[in-house]
């Protein structure tokens, strides 16, 4: 709150401390009610006085919306998923560090993440499953593998509702990471019809994203050369949602 009021400060619509009378106390009283009702009106959008994505986004702070996140990581420690052409990586042991590595950035700014486990632990999809109601939005972390060893890019999985945000998510680490974003719905995959029909983490409500190819040596080097800056990617796509 005293963010934000700064920020009103700045942009004149609430008035400087003067003395001991402080306008940035944290307090969302009238003063600033109306401060954000002027703001709105400048940027052009329906002056609610209810602060909001765009809103924070144009006045230049983050208003962290979305505070419960459930992170989980595809597969588990009994099934090990897609394997790289070397047989030296494997799916699960990659995302249950990539979850790992991304639910330290996220607490650190703040956000609560519940996972499927802790340190190379990673429990069974039914496990999964049932955490998902328990974050405001629930991303399992998967890769990708295809026989040919050029195919790539990012996509997520998800019912019609979450398309816009796997079409977030693709973007923004498509952006950080320069991976192809695939399919031509920005890189959102239904999962009403083949090979991908009724999934059990997303039927419940949850994202699959597949954020590389295993079997791609590139995208896979990304990983082995740099985990961190690909955790970083995933975290900073998860706080735009």
């Known amino acids: 709150m005293v963010e934000l009021q700064q920020a009103l400060q700045a942009h004149n619509l609430l008035p400087q401390n003067t003395g001991k009378v402080k306008h940035d106390d944290g307090i969302f009283g009238r003063g600033t009610e109306n401060a954000v009702k002027a703001f709105q009106k400048i940027i052009g959008v329906d002056q609610t006085g209810i602060v909001g994505n765009y809103f924070a986004q144009k006045i230049g702070i983050n208003i962290n919306p979305m505070k419960t996140i459930v992170l989980t990581a595809g597969h588990n420690n009994k099934d090990s998923g897609a394997v790289s052409k070397d047989q030296k990586w494997t799916e699960a042991k990659i995302v249950t560090d990539l979850r790992n590595r991304v639910k330290t950035i996220l607490e650190a700014d703040g956000y609560t993440i519940v996972t499927d486990g802790k340190g190379e632990e990673n429990l069974s999809l039914s496990k999964a499953v049932a955490l998902i109601p328990m974050g405001e939005v629930a991303i399992e972390l998967h890769l990708n593998a295809a026989v ?29 990471m320069k991976y192809k974003i695939r399919g031509a719905d920005g890189g959102w995959k239904s999962t009403d019809s083949g ?10 409500g949850g994202i699959i994203l597949e954020v590389f190819f295993i079997s791609n040596r590139a ?23």
Do not use: M
Request: hydrophobic residues 35%; glycine residues 2%.
């Open 219 to 241: 995208e896979l080097d990304s990983y082995i050369n740099n985990p961190d800056r690909v955790a970083k990617a995933i975290a900073d796509a998860i706080k735009k949602l």
């Open 195 to 204: 090979q991908h029909s009724r999934l059990a983490f997303c039927e419940a």
């Open 148 to 176: 040919s060893e050029q195919a790539n890019g990012i996509e997520a999985l998800a019912k019609s509702n979450l398309k816009s945000k796997c079409q977030t998510l693709c973007k923004s680490i498509s952006d950080d």
